[in-house]
Every structure is written in structure tokens, then in C-alpha cells.
């Protein structure tokens, strides 16, 4: 080794210094490091420190905090589950408003349900801008995320459960990963179906558990309304469509005299209203929309006064809808006479900001702010088309009184002739 030949050489003092040196490199290293890892396992499975500890059962155990955000320090991205209000928020250097936390009795603290990649776990303000997770030992993680309840709008349970199994309606870290927020009264952690085991990052550990809690949404809703729906004018769009030929009908003139013929055409049809929703809507439970109903007027989208519709399995308002025509037609002797009724089809799209108002099972009331798009299809009024009258193909002809000027005696009487076989009949 070529450290040992020149120890000789050099003085303690600056052996030490050199000693210094070389652990500070190495801390620094360890702090630049993004997922920290810890020494140190426990077979026990019980956390040593908490052993005796009781949970303080006089503080709310799930609640959601408010902060505002002071100042932009990395881009920020949002992941909604299961279109819920819940998401998960990446960490901008402060807390998001509606922030989900649990007190933990165990501590005597507030803990916020944070995840690092897919693994669940707890924020704690105090220990820094890290996210503290489970995998083999307690890691902490940077960048994380933080799980928000947009406006408390979801309420929000712990359900008991154990061997990996979840309750409907779990909160997950990712879509598929079968990673689930769980907790025990040590603290926060993740429930691994895979593995089926709970497990708790504490104090520089990771410890296992069969028996947690679970955190789920309550969907136990009564009823919901949509009101104080607001169409966006300025961004909406219009397709026309190509006319629709609905009936066509031709009239013939068989008789040597001018016929007026009246003909009336009735066509029946569904026209469709859709309200889309980027908030996931809870089906099952009666949804009322009170809204107005846009419509071209004149090249301009107008806004109808409020109707309300009812619906249990959709947003789609489907109505039977039967334009009547009457056509009236004075047909030339011989001749026959085409029409047909022609309708118009406008397609109109908006997008549109809302209130839903959502009531539970107990009682209980939310209410948040949803955007969506509205579509459907504007049938305009039925125009009657009338083609050029054309002469019958086989026809018979109508008689004619044919009459002669005053000619010799000579001359009339082969003209008299001529007329008595081509002025018989006429068309």
C-alpha cells in the first residue's frame, strides 16, 4: 500500500487535517445523494422506540391543511386518481393548499401523505424537504409528491384490513403498481398487494406488518347537481354539415287541365345533448343539471334560459324531435313534377366551467368547482326542394279545336285535310 511507506514522513497535525478532509468529501457525497439510505435492521418487527407509546385519541387523526404557495422553484405536475379531486401534487419548495396529513399520536405530530416514485410515505416539515419512505430501510426521497384533496371535496376513510388485502376504493401511488397509502398507529407507510404486507419507515428502519389501515374514498353519495354552468362563447366551434335529403316524392299529370296538388311530409329524429365532464361523475345516484342550452342564432352561439334534466346512468339528453312540411304544387298538363324536403345539421362544441354539490349518505355536503365540454347536434328548420317539371315519357294525348283563315275554296279544302289529321289532338 503506498499510504503506510509515507506515514513516517508526516506530522500528526497534518495526517489529521488530511483525515478531515477525506471524511468531508465523503459527507458531501452522501448529501448530494437524492434517496438516502441508512444502516440498520431490527427482526423484532415492533419499532423499539414506541413500544409503550398511546395514541392521543382527542386530535383529529385525518385532516387537510391550507397553505399558500410563496414562490416557484421547479415545475410542478399533477396526477388525478381515478378522476377524483384527489391527486398527487409534485413538491414546489411549499406545501399545496388542501394538503392531506394525519396526526400521528405516536409522535405527537402532523404527517403529510407524501409518495417518493410509487412507494407512500410521510412529509414532516421539520425534517426537511424530503418524502420518508419504506424500501429495505427508511429512505427519504427528492423530488416527491404530495397527495391534495382539491377543495376537502372527497371525503376521505381509514379502513381496517391485513395479509396485503385492500378495501374498494383505496388510494393508490400508481396506476397498476399495486401500491396502496396504509397506515398503523406508528405512522404512515405503504400496503403492498404484491408482497401483502404493510410496511412502516421508522427512525432510520423499515418494519412490517400484517394488520394497517388502508386510506379509501367514501362514495357512499346520494345525490349530485350541476349548477351555475358557464359556456365559453369565445372558444366554441361550429361543423356544418352537408344537407340531409330526408323524403322525396314526384307527382304526374295525366289530365289535359293544370293540377294543384298539396303534399305533406313528416320525418321524426333523436337530437342529443352531452355535458363531459373532466371531474369523474359518481353514476348510480341521481345527477341534476341546471343549465342553459346553447344554439346557433344567427351565426352566433346563444344561450337558452335554464332548463333542468335528471339523469341515474349518463349526461346525455336524448329528445325525439318530428318536423312536418307541407308542399304545394301546380303540376302542367302531362308533365310530372319531383320535390323533396331537405334539412340542415349544425354540430356545436364549448367547453364550460360549473359547481357540483355533492350529498353523502349522512348528510354531509361538498361542494367544488368542475370544468367540462358541451356538444350537440342543431337540426335547423325543413326547406322544400322543387325541381324542373318534365314531360311524361308515355302520355295520351288531349283533344284541340283547330282553326283555318279564310282561304279559296281550292286551298281549304286540303288544308281542311291536312288539319283534320294533325290538329286532332294536342300535348
Known amino acids: 500500500m503506498i499510504f503506510p511507506v509515507f506515514i513516517s514522513h508526516i506530522h500528526l497535525p497534518v495526517l489529521l487535517l488530511l483525515i478531515l478532509l477525506i471524511l468531508s468529501s465523503a459527507s458531501s457525497h452522501d448529501i448530494e445523494n437524492t434517496t438516502q439510505q441508512k444502516d440498520g435492521t ?40 381515478n378522476g377524483t379531486n384527489l391527486m398527487w401534487v409534485t413538491w414546489n419548495s411549499s406545501l399545496p393548499n388542501h394538503s392531506v396529513s ?25 425534517k426537511g424537504p424530503y418524502c420518508y419512505y419504506p424500501s429495505a430501510i427508511e429512505n427519504r426521497g427528492f423530488p416527491f409528491e404530495i397527495l391534495v384533496n382539491k377543495d376537502n371535496f372527497e371525503i376521505l376513510e381509514w379502513k381496517a384490513d391485513s395479509y396485503g388485502s385492500v378495501p374498494k376504493n383505496s388510494v393508490w401511488t400508481c396506476s397498476g403498481k399495486q401500491i396502496y397509502v396504509g397506515k398503523n398507529h406508528y405512522g404512515l407507510g405503504k400496503v403492498s398487494t404484491k408482497e401483502k404486507v404493510f410496511y412502516l419507515p421508522y427512525n432510520d428502519k423499515e418494519y412490517s406488518y400484517n394488520n394497517y389501515e388502508v386510506l379509501t374514498i367514501n362514495e357512499n353519495v346520494i345525490s349530485q347537481t350541476i349548477y351555475n354552468v358557464r359556456y365559453n362563447k369565445d372558444h366554441s366551434k361550429v361543423f356544418k354539415f352537408p344537407p340531409e335529403v ?133 337540426v335547423g328548420k325543413i326547406q322544400a326542394v322543387v325541381d324542373r317539371c318534365e314531360l311524361l315519357v308515355e302520355f295520351k294525348p288531349c283533344p284541340v279545336q283547330c282553326k283555318s283563315s279564310v282561304m279559296s275554296d281550292d286551298v281549304n279544302l286540303v288544308f281542311l285535310l291536312f288539319t283534320s289529321f294533325s290538329c286532332s289532338y294536342w300535348i
Open 42 to 81: 431490527d427482526s423484532s418487527g415492533i419499532p423499539p422506540t414506541a413500544v409503550n407509546r398511546l395514541m392521543q385519541t382527542n386530535l383529529p387523526v385525518l385532516s387537510v391543511h391550507n397553505f399558500r404557495q410563496k414562490r416557484q422553484v421547479q415545475s410542478s405536475s399533477v396526477v388525478h386518481i
Open 246 to 378: 330526408m323524403h322525396e316524392a314526384t307527382i304526374s299529370n295525366h289530365e289535359c287541365y293544370p293540377v294543384v296538388k298539396t303534399e305533406t311530409l313528416s320525418k321524426t329524429y333523436q337530437v342529443q345533448q352531452r355535458w363531459d365532464f373532466t371531474f369523474s361523475i359518481k353514476f348510480g345516484a341521481k345527477i341534476t343539471i341546471t343549465a342553459g342550452i346553447p344554439s346557433i342564432v344567427k351565426g352566433t352561439l346563444e344561450v337558452s334560459t335554464e332548463v333542468q334534466f335528471q339523469f341515474t346512468t349518463g349526461t346525455t339528453v336524448t329528445e325525439s324531435m318530428t318536423d312536418t312540411a307541407s308542399v304545394e304544387l301546380t303540376v302542367p298538363p302531362n308533365h310530372s313534377c319531383k320535390f323533396s324536403t331537405v334539412r340542415r345539421k349544425e354540430k356545436v362544441e364549448t367547453s364550460f366551467t360549473a359547481l357540483l354539490r355533492r350529498t353523502y349518505g349522512d348528510g354531509e355536503i361538498h361542494t367544488t368547482s368542475i370544468t367540462g365540454t358541451y356538444d350537440s347536434i342543431q
Open 102 to 126: 394525519l396526526y400521528n399520536g405516536d409522535t405527537d405530530r402532523v404527517d403529510y401523505i407524501c409518495k417518493y416514485k410509487c412507494d407512500a410515505g410521510f412529509y414532516m416539515p421539520s
